[in-house]
């Protein structure tokens, strides 16, 4: 099944529990996409997301999650919801060997290097350091991680399954 790693809004749902407690819920803008390869079925997501308390350094209006399903078109067509490193893999066990390469060996171009750190300096993300030849791409999304929540156990630990029911 298709994945792909994405930057999106937060979404926020405020729940009144009593009289006295207002709960606000946090989830990524894809958990409410729907997978037209499943019909009536939402995109399958592991993200990171901040808690909304606006700690120094992190960012609570948007949040980094790895998605997958059959068809990631809706994903494509949303301009809130942006491709991180411009790559569909055909698989996790593909976007895995592919984490731990750097982007030179995954044939980034110049171009696109400099497009994707572009993006990531217009998120407020360091880029420094982060080339063609190294440091491996899973690197990359660890920056980004650190940026939306400082105590996050790092992207390493997202875990999303491929079910197609």
């Known amino acids: 099944m298709p994945a792909r790693w994405v930057i999106s809004p937060v979404a926020r ?4 529990i009593d009289i006295d407690t207002v709960r606000i819920d946090r989830y990524p803008k894809v958990s409410g996409m729907f997978d037209p390869g499943r019909p009536g079925k939402t995109y399958q997501h592991s993200s990171i997301i901040s808690d ?26 949303d301009p809130e919801v942006l491709d991180v490193i411009e790559a569909t893999f055909e698989s996790l066990v593909v976007m895995r060997s592919s984490l731990a390469r750097t982007p030179f060996n995954e044939g980034w171009s110049a171009a696109k290097v400099t497009r994707i750190r572009d993006r990531l300096e217009a998120r407020a993300i360091d880029s420094t350091g982060l080339t063609r030849t190294g440091p491996p791409i ?28």
């Open 13 to 16: 749902v405020e729940s009144i």
């Open 52 to 77: 909304g308390f606006g700690r120094l350094g992190e960012v609570d209006n948007w949040c980094l999650s790895l998605v997958t399903g059959v068809d990631l078109t809706p994903l494509t067509l």
């Open 138 to 165: 899973v690197d990359w999304f660890e920056r980004i991680a650190l940026r939306i929540h400082t105590r996050h156990n790092g992207v390493r630990g997202l875990h999303v399954t491929e079910r197609v029911d």
